[in-house]
């Protein structure tokens, strides 16, 4: 399948770059998501070497100080310190060549830190959420998004936001349910932003607020450009391979889907349980 991608995540955090991409290089991987799990580089000129067809996700390249991306941050400098970040990577995309950029759409309130635990890989929160926050957030989301799409559209870079969903920290994110993606939709075109369908994170939102995945995806269809895949339990993000027989497997399948990117976005596996899934695929 020319449209399936493995994530770099799959090695421990805080690794060079270069220890994924040389793995799958190995294993005769040609397509890559370059994630967000690795160790700050001064320079990262050397993955032009590889020849591999990248996609670049949220929080890549590394910044040399490390923060949580939050473009609907109520805080300002957390808000600008987002933006640049996704330009840089916007930028790096257009000089790489890079087919599509991806990102969160922002939280409530911002994570203290990135998760730790190999079992959930949510965010970290220590605040309590204010119910006044969300709508507050969900307007600086759109106005930074705004920016986003029309630096985008100038350096010809296509971008996806990513859809979110948590059990446990449901009050800490934006873009769950569909109601926000009708508001989204409202001022974006198809051209302008695009949808990555992370599996595992729909999972998550369906049981956390009790809606159809397959509703969901259907009337999200248009927007999708990619999907991210993982599995779990529905209760924790745990970015497990996927299984056989699965419920997600009728949504990948579906031949209006054929062009979609499918990201295999697993954390701490090694490459033996990739290459079956790969296997599955083919």
């Known amino acids: 399948m020319n449209n399936l991608y493995v994530s770099t995540t799959f090695i421990k955090d805080g690794k060079k770059i270069k220890m994924a991409l040389d793995i799958l290089k190995s294993a005769g991987v040609e397509n890559v998501e370059i994630g967000s799990n690795h160790a700050y580089e ?7 070497n590889y020849k591999f067809n990248f996609l670049i996700h949220n929080y890549f ?3 040399k100080k490390d923060f949580v991306i939050n473009i609907a941050s109520l805080d300002s400098h957390i808000r600008n310190l987002s933006l640049k970040h996704i330009k840089k990577a916007i930028i790096f995309c257009r000089d790489t060549g890079a087919k599509l950029y991806t990102f969160h759409p ?10 730790k635990s190999k079992k959930n890989y949510d965010f970290i929160w220590r605040n309590k959420r204010s119910n006044k926050n969300y709508d507050l957030a969900f307007n600086q989301m759109m106005i930074s998004l705004k920016k986003i799409v029309n630096f985008a559209k100038k350096k010809k870079v296509n971008i996806a936001i990513e ?8 009050n800490f994110l934006l873009m769950q349910r569909l109601e926000e993606y009708k508001k989204l939709f409202k001022f974006f075109a198809l051209n302008d932003l695009g949808i990555n369908l992370n599996i595992g994170h729909l999972n998550l ?3 956390a607020f009790n809606f159809s995945k397959e509703k969901f995806v259907k009337m999200v269809k248009p927007y999708i450009v990619a999907f991210e895949l993982s599995h779990n339990n529905g209760f924790e993000d745990q970015h497990l391979p996927l299984q056989k027989g699965k419920w997600y497997w009728s949504v990948i399948n579906d031949p209006y889907f054929a062009k979609a990117y499918k990201i295999l976005e697993f954390r701490n596996t090694n490459i033996k349980k990739i290459t079956k899934v790969i296997n599955l695929f083919n």
């Open 163 to 170: 859809t979110e969903g948590s059990y446990q920290k449901r």
């Open 42 to 48: 001064s320079n990262y000129n050397y993955i032009k």
């Open 61 to 63: 390249p590394v910044p």
């Open 106 to 115: 922002g939280f409530v309130v911002d994570p203290v830190t990135t998760g």
């Open 205 to 207: 939102a369906s049981k």
